[in-house]
């Protein structure tokens, strides 16, 4: 079945530092791949996604691209801030065929930086 | 601009209580979903609903029960409360039908069962 497996945390990192988290997936067909970010006591919110192969999204400086080639969609973003501890997920859809049972997560990093 | 609506934020129930947690969603989105997240193990699946009068079996079903009260609601119903079901509770929303929408998340209900 699919899956999405996520480097596991916790991160933790000084401000400014680079960072890089790891999501690799496992899909048949053609997926959509997202990050969402939990900020503490908050839901789930979508940070970035990208649609199909060698599209990059980016958001907040965040970036991911996403490479069919290595089954990856990674987390990155140059210089960190303290604003930025959360969890960070990485999740899966495929195309909608009727079935609205799409996203798939992985079990999430959480990230501390630390001033 | 509520977005996802969930109540009660938190509640505290004995083993073997009754609780229904509360979704509405404002964005006119036709599908819902009920997931729980517990450490380490991301979140799964309980329910969803594809559009108002259906739900469907997620992962983790056991112990609960859904409602597709009309479009904008969708509740969760733990009918014996078991501490196995301790957890956090989210509920979702999506627009499908448009290629590939994410989920819109409301903030959670944090339940303990004693």
């Known amino acids: 079945g699919d899956s999405v497996t996520q480097m596991e945390g916790p991160v933790t990192l000084s401000e400014e530092a680079f960072l890089t988290i790891n999501c690799t997936y496992t899909?048949?067909?053609?997926?959509?791949l997202f990050w969402y970010v939990q900020y503490p006591g908050e839901g789930l919110q979508l940070l970035l996604k990208a649609t199909k192969a060698d599209d990059k999204g980016s958001n907040k400086g965040f970036e991911a691209t996403y490479r069919k080639e290595t089954t990856s969609f990674h987390l990155e973003k140059g210089s960190v801030q303290v604003s930025d501890s959360a969890v960070y997920f990485c999740?899966?859809?495929?195309?909608?065929?009727?079935?609205?049972?799409?996203?798939?997560f992985g079990s999430g990093t959480q990230l501390t930086v630390l001033p | 601009n509520a977005g996802v609506t969930q109540t009660p934020k938190f509640q505290v129930l004995k083993t073997g209580q009754s609780m229904t947690l509360q979704c509405a969603q404002d964005?006119?989105?036709?599908?819902m979903y009920w997931y729980r997240q517990d450490p380490g193990m991301g979140l799964r699946l309980i329910y969803y609903?594809?559009?108002?009068?259906?739900?469907d079996k997620g992962e983790v079903p056991n112990g609960y029960n859904v409602s597709r009260l009309n479009k904008r609601e969708f509740s969760l119903r733990l009918e014996s409360a078991a501490p196995s079901q301790t957890s956090v509770y989210f509920c979702?929303?999506?627009?499908?039908?448009?290629?590939?929408?994410?989920?819109?998340f409301g903030d959670g209900t944090r339940l303990s069962i004693l």
């Open positions: 999740a899966l859809s495929l195309p909608d065929s009727g079935s609205a049972r799409q996203l798939t």
């Open positions: 979702a929303s999506r627009l499908t039908g448009l290629h590939n929408q994410p989920q819109h």
């Open positions: 899909a048949t067909g053609y997926p959509s």
């Open positions: 964005m006119n989105h036709n599908s």
């Open positions: 609903s594809a559009s108002e009068g259906t739900t």
